[in-house]
C-alpha cells in the first residue's frame, strides 16, 4: 500500500470514529420554534461570497414560492452581469441604487445621495410587507460612511412584518447591526485568485 493510500485509509477510519460517536450522542434541540419567522441576515467579511450567498438564499426562496427583491446599493441601475441576466430570467425584481465602486467615485457627495435615496426606496418596501424576503447588497458602506443612519434602519427593521426575512451583505458590519441580526455569517479570505494575477472571470466574479 502506498503512502498516499495509507494516509486515506487512515483519514477514513478517523472520520468513521468521529461520524459514529456524532450520530451516537446527536440530541434534537429543545425550545425550537415552527413555522416562518422573519429572519434578519448579515453575511460580512472580507472574503468573497457575501452577495453570492444572498442570492443562493434568493433562489431557495424563489423556488418555495416565496417573494423576493433586491436592492442593491453599489451597483448602478443599468448593470447587467450574470446575477442579472439570472433574476431577469425568473422575473426576480431588483434595483441599482449606487454609481458603481466607491473607491471609482468622481462625486462622493452624489453618492451619499443616492444611497440615501436607495434606502428611502428599499424602507418603503419593507413597510408596505408586500414580500418575503428583502436583500439589502452592501448595505454595510452606507451604513458605516453615515450616509444612512442607523437609528432609523434599526426602527425599521424592527417594525416590519414579523414574517419577513431581511439580508444585508458587505464588508465591516456596524457593530449595533451584528447585536441585532439573527444570523451572522463572516466570510473571510484563505486564498483569492486575484492575489495570484488571475482576474476577475464573466460567470464568477460577475
Known sequence: MSDTDQATRERREAAMRELQADRDNYKKAEGITKGRRGLLIVNTG???????????????????????????????????FGEHRTMDALGLPYEGLGDGFTWRSRDLDNSAEMAAHGW??????????????????????????????????????????????????????????????????????????YAAGIGAQTGIEY
Open 46 to 80: 472580507k472574503g468573497k461570497g457575501k452577495t453570492t450567498a444572498a442570492l443562493g438564499l434568493m433562489m431557495r426562496a424563489h423556488g418555495r414560492g416565496l417573494k423576493t427583491r433586491m436592492f442593491q446599493f453599489l451597483k448602478h441601475e443599468n448593470a447587467k
Open 120 to 193: 428611502q426606496l428599499a424602507k418603503a418596501a419593507i413597510e408596505a410587507g408586500e414580500y418575503d424576503l428583502i436583500v439589502l447588497d452592501e448595505f454595510t458602506y452606507p451604513l458605516k460612511y453615515g450616509w444612512v443612519a442607523w437609528p432609523e434602519v434599526e426602527a425599521v427593521l424592527k417594525a416590519r412584518d414579523p414574517k419577513m426575512h431581511v439580508v444585508i451583505t458587505g464588508r465591516d458590519a456596524l457593530p449595533e447591526l451584528v447585536e441585532l441580526a439573527d444570523t451572522v455569517s463572516e466570510i473571510n479570505p484563505v486564498k483569492h485568485a
